[in-house]
């Protein structure tokens, strides 16, 4: 649901002959009408043969799948259990950033199809890997039908998610609500904290988040890490270490192999001045997961320990697998380091395609300032802020922006809101503030800035208005 819990996912490599017959069988988009029915038709029997491939893989995960891959090989009415293997493939998926499993998701989508053609199971999985696969468009589409002609909790559930990444928060907090007043278990918590992050309420995000943990179960081990890890992440935003440990631990006791516990971890560790814990844990979530951000602070804390050889290894990766991973956050990478600007900003409007979210006017914003073109990139920097989002690296590279644009009280009083949540930002970027701080003597405080305190009090405004509640009550508060 945010940008450190999701990146692009990727594709890895696979046995030929499941290669071949994904080649032969894979489609990443529905069409309509007759042509819809014929590939349901023509397809759904290759899509059924490719999700029951042998797989390899000894994680839970796998283990669950190829329990499930007998099972529908075993039944005569085999849509249930199709569906059962589709979201356990959305759960791998999700942990690893893999392409490959969401479009497995859509080829267990068309095997549903082959049995029961209207089937709204196989919408809804085809709808959480276009999302996943940040096909935000396709997925809106998806998410809409849904919610018109069954409109349960998870209908809203999956329109929310893609609204937040489109850049629609209000209409996605009026989701989410709806999915909170008619069932309010973990997931709608979990998603109600997140809205309450985006729209700066930090403290309320967490309390939500609190409420999502107490109702996860580690029977479910990857929901039940992730809204532990969630959790701890807001608590370091909130420089309440004790408490993110704490959270992350849990997490971690019930998957130890958990990419986003671990990338949490590592940032404690780092906050604890411990890098060498973060490098071996960062090195574990790359085995897996090679995702630009996790390169990117893995390079940054193997610098930090002058082990300049492996950090250029890392390096080295993160220039290879970066585009195609998530091209949001190479784009980010490329402009802080002032390189391949241009393709920087081609990979960033690709993105606006899709997506008008903070994070993305963000990474616009800092290739337009790398470019020189400061004006234009505060006022995107604007832009990426006017959500209220309380994340340290927002306000860094806005505060960095205004300081390149000459807006010097401006970039200010924003640096100062990054450096209140500075234990979320990597090594190189808490350097930075730290020698900005002491060359200025300290940043103001919120008090002392008219435009920063007008800015929380539209925030606490928008908060108390229109964040999701339980029944009437404004929750977290």
């Known amino acids: 649901m945010d940008s450190m819990s999701r990146g692009r996912a990727r594709l890895r490599a696979r046995p030929l002959g499941v290669l071949l017959l994904f080649l032969l069988a894979c489609r990443t988009e529905p069409e309509q009408g007759a042509r819809r029915a014929a590939r349901a038709t023509e397809e759904a029997p290759s899509a059924r043969a490719l999700v029951l491939a042998p797989r390899e893989g000894k994680s839970p995960l796998e283990e669950r799948i190829r329990l499930l891959q007998k099972r529908v090989a075993d039944s005569k009415v085999p849509a249930q259990e199709l569906e059962r ?3 356990t493939l959305v759960a791998l998926a999700r942990e690893r950033g893999d392409a490959g499993e969401y479009r497995m ?12 053609p209207r089937s709204a199971a196989a919408r809804l999985l085809r709808g959480h890997a276009l999302h996943g696969l940040h096909h935000f468009v396709e997925a809106e589409r998806v998410a809409r039908q849904l919610v018109a002609t069954r409109g349960i909790p998870v209908d809203y559930g999956l329109l929310g998610d893609v609204l937040v990444d489109r850049g629609e928060l209000g209409e996605a907090i009026a989701a989410y609500q709806h999915m909170m007043d008619v069932r309010p278990d973990m997931h709608a918590y979990a998603r109600a904290a997140h809205a309450r992050f985006l729209r700066g309420d930090l403290a309320g995000a967490r309390d939500a988040m609190r409420i999502a943990v107490r109702a996860a179960s580690p029977r479910n081990p990857e929901s039940f890490a992730w809204v532990w890890s969630k959790l701890a992440h807001y608590e370091l935003s909130l420089a309440d270490l004790d408490e993110a440990r704490a959270a992350v631990e849990r997490a971690l006791v019930v998957a130890p192999g958990s990419p986003v516990a671990l990338r949490v971890a590592a940032s404690i560790a780092l906050r604890d001045g411990q890098p060498e814990r973060a490098v071996l844990a960062l090195e574990r979530v ?3 997961t090679p995702h630009p951000e996790t390169l990117w602070l893995l390079f940054d804390a ?21 585009a195609s991973e998530d091209p949001r956050a190479f784009a980010l ?3 802080t380091q002032g390189e391949q600007l241009a393709r920087a900003e081609q990979l960033v409007r690709e993105e606006l395609r899709e997506r008008h979210d903070p994070y993305t006017l963000e990474a616009l914003a800092w290739v337009e300032s ?5 004006a234009l990139a505060l006022s995107d920097a604007r832009r990426s802020l006017a959500d209220g989002t309380v994340d340290a690296r927002l ?3 806005a505060g960095l922006i205004a300081e390149r644009a ?18 979320t930002l990597f090594p190189s970027q808490q350097a930075r503030l730290a020698a900005r701080a002491l060359a200025a003597g300290g940043f103001p405080t919120r008090e002392r800035d008219l435009e920063a305190r007008g800015s929380s009090a539209r925030r606490e405004q928008r908060a108390n208005a229109r964040t999701p509640s339980t029944r009437g009550q404004n929750m977290g508060r």
């Open 302 to 322: 193997l610098q930090a320990l002058g082990r300049t050889r492996e950090a250029e290894a890392v390096r080295a990766q993160l220039l290879a697998v970066g």
């Open 395 to 397: 306000y860094y590279h």
């Open 406 to 423: 000459g807006e010097q009280a401006l970039a200010a009083a924003w640096l100062a809101r990054a450096a209140e949540h500075a234990a």
């Open 286 to 288: 790359r085995a897996h």
């Open 85 to 87: 293997l589709g979201w």
């Open 105 to 116: 998701v859509l080829q267990t989508a068309l095997a549903i199809e082959n049995d029961a």
């Open 333 to 335: 990478y490329l402009a």
């Open 370 to 374: 790398a470019q020189g073109r400061h």
